[in-house]
T-cell receptor, first 115, second 110 residues
Framework: GAGVSQSPSNKVTEKGKDVELRCDPI?????LYWYRQRLGQGLEFLIY????????KSGLPSDRFSAERTGESVSTLTIQRTQQEDSAVYLC?????????????FGPGTRLTVL | GNSVTQMEGPVTLSEEAFLTINCTYT??????LFWYVQYPGEGLQLLLK?????DKGSNKGFEATYRKETTSFHLEKGSVQVSDSAVYFC?????????FGTGTRLKVLA
């Protein structure tokens, strides 16, 4: 079946512009996660959705970052007034449930470059 | 809080050499442990996992054993191939979110 998809695959924007990143999880997966991977670094957790609610937004770096999810489907991560330090690969993952035993399946990521 | 520490790379090996990538963790409770691999130009893929102490995860010739007494989950492979060149991430899962290590780049030379 189809895996997690993300769009766009690459996004180049100018400092100060807003960007929207999209994630389509695996059908039937109730949990969805956003992570950020800066060059040469590990993954930072940003936000987690269970259905369309977000019990944990603790990883969002600032109030310029927001995310929403429609039902148990598409999620959008929005970054307002982008800064150069926002340049990174943004990864989305989904899992069937949210227990520690559930494997997270990752999308290919969106590479964001802020000039 | 929970954390994962893995050896820094890059690791450069000749084909058919033995591979060990060290991973240690700090966690409350009993997390699941994972190794993910990121091949050049591709997304993260689950390589193997272990859900309780003394479990051994294995896949594609790679193995890792969940050692609670040493809080470790070292990745091993007996004979690496050029196609194993990638970045390897150790991760632990608490109640839901993953905590990742910083990744170890492996380069295998023919």
């Amino acid at each position: 079946g189809a895996g997690v998809s993300q769009s766009p695959s690459n996004k180049v924007t100018e400092k100060g512009k807003d960007v929207e990143l999209r994630c389509d999880p695996i059908s039937g997966h109730t949990a969805l996660y956003w992570y950020r991977q800066r060059l040469g670094q590990g993954l930072e957790f940003l936000i987690y959705f269970q259905g369309n609610s977000a019990p944990d937004k603790s990883g969002l770096p600032s109030d310029r970052f927001s995310a929403e999810r429609t039902g148990e489907s598409v999620s959008t991560l929005t970054i307002q007034r982008t800064q150069q330090e926002d340049s990174a690969v943004y990864l989305c993952a989904s899992s069937p449930g949210t227990g520690g035993l559930d494997t997270q399946y990752f999308g290919p990521g969106t590479r964001l470059t802020v000039l | 809080g929970n954390s994962v520490t893995q050896m820094e790379g890059p690791v450069t090996l000749s084909e058919e050499a033995f591979l060990t990538i060290n991973c240690t963790y700090t966690a409350t409770g009993y997390p699941s442990l994972f190794w993910y691999v990121q091949y050049p130009g591709e997304g993260l893929q689950l390589l193997l996992k272990a859900t309780k102490a003394d479990d051994k995860g294995s896949n594609k010739g790679f193995e890792a054993t969940y050692r609670k007494e040493t809080t470790s989950f070292h990745l091993e492979k007996g004979s690496v191939q050029v196609s194993d060149s990638a970045v390897y991430f150790c991760a632990l899962s608490g109640t839901y979110k993953y905590i990742f290590g910083t990744g170890t780049r492996l380069k295998v030379l023919a």
